[in-house]
């Protein structure tokens, strides 16, 4: 299947060049104008706070008030919280980070980064509601459909467990910080960055070939290249001109699935913590459904 994927790919680039060369750019300009910019730096302190023990101390305290109604240990909060508030994949991304320093048990990181990895709210408010929608009004309403069911899908799978993080050696040091933990910290971030910006150019020319199939009903098209890039599905979805009514639920289903291209990057960020995607797999499909649900009953509520 690599093979035939590798040579269908070659086989576009060489025979479309112009098209294969403009969906790079617009995948360029997406990683270099949004995700590199807003993740980069994140990426960098995340990986200080984690290997410094400074995380440690911070999560201790937070974790008083948040343990008592969310099934969570104290590592898990920075995850957690990350993901909902700097979007895919960071929630992913510091979630296997603390399962390989040995902060969090490999079993709170599997259930974990099912429910911590989504867009983010930024992506949501500005490209989807103002840029694409026009309905800026909609944003607490749609921050409610796509973040809540996760959430409580989580709650609801984890009800019975209680997580405490392990006793690492690294939890037992003082929180320390010199260059050679910030020079680690800015590699490990450029290596992450320059690992989605090429998931992301591979995935824009994919969503553009999918444009290219003898498809002749909008929807079925606009529903294959939505699950393959969510920015080319959004796009493409918006300039089809549908009624808000149907635009709202897709836009809405896209970015709750994060697309194939959303899968293949996160896959990227845990292969190493051996976390399998399959649970993730099932929590995003459920959770897909769950709001796209709600978006359909939100259409029927503006609507009358």
């Not at 995700?35 to 305290?61: E, K, V």
């Not at 099932?282 to 609507?303: F, H, N, P, R």
Request: net charge positive; with cysteine.
């Amino acid at each position: 299947m690599y093979i035939i994927i590798l040579v269908g790919f070659l086989i576009y680039i060489l025979a479309f060049p112009a098209e294969s060369v403009g969906a790079a750019t617009i995948g360029l300009n997406l990683w270099y104008e949004n995700m590199l910019p807003t993740l980069l730096p994140f990426s960098i302190l995340s990986y200080i706070m984690i290997q410094s023990g400074i995380l440690d101390s911070c999560a201790s305290a937070a974790h008083r008030f948040f343990g008592k109604f969310f099934p969570i240990s104290s590592a898990g909060l920075f995850p957690l919280i990350a993901g909902l508030l700097f979007g895919f994949p960071m929630g992913s991304k510091i979630t296997a980070d603390l399962v390989q320093s040995g902060k969090m048990s490999r079993e709170e990181g599997q259930r974990l980064f099912c429910a911590c990895n989504n867009i983010s709210p930024m992506f949501v408010g500005s490209f989807i509601l103002n840029e694409s929608l026009g309905r800026p009004e909609l944003r607490l309403a749609t921050y409610l459909i796509l973040y809540v069911p996760p959430l409580v899908l989580y709650m609801i799978w984890n009800c019975k467990q209680h997580f405490t993080t392990p006793e690492a050696k690294s939890s037992k040091k003082t929180a320390s910080m010199n260059l050679q933990l910030i020079d680690a910290g800015i590699m490990n971030g450029f290596e992450t960055l320059a690992k989605l910006g090429g998931y992301i150019i591979l995935f824009a020319i994919l969503a553009q070939m999918t444009t290219m199939l003898p498809i002749s009903h909008p929807l079925i098209k606009c529903l294959l290249i939505g699950c393959t890039e969510i920015t080319n599905g959004i796009s493409y979805t918006a300039r089809l001109g549908l009624d808000f009514s149907l635009a709202y639920p897709l836009m809405v289903s896209f970015t709750a699935f994060g697309g194939l291209s959303g899968f293949a990057q996160t896959a990227s960020m845990v292969k190493d913590s051996k976390l399998s995607m399959i649970p993730y797999l099932q929590m995003k499909l459920l959770g897909t459904a769950i709001s796209v649900g709600l978006a359909l009953l939100l259409t029927q509520t503006t609507a009358h």
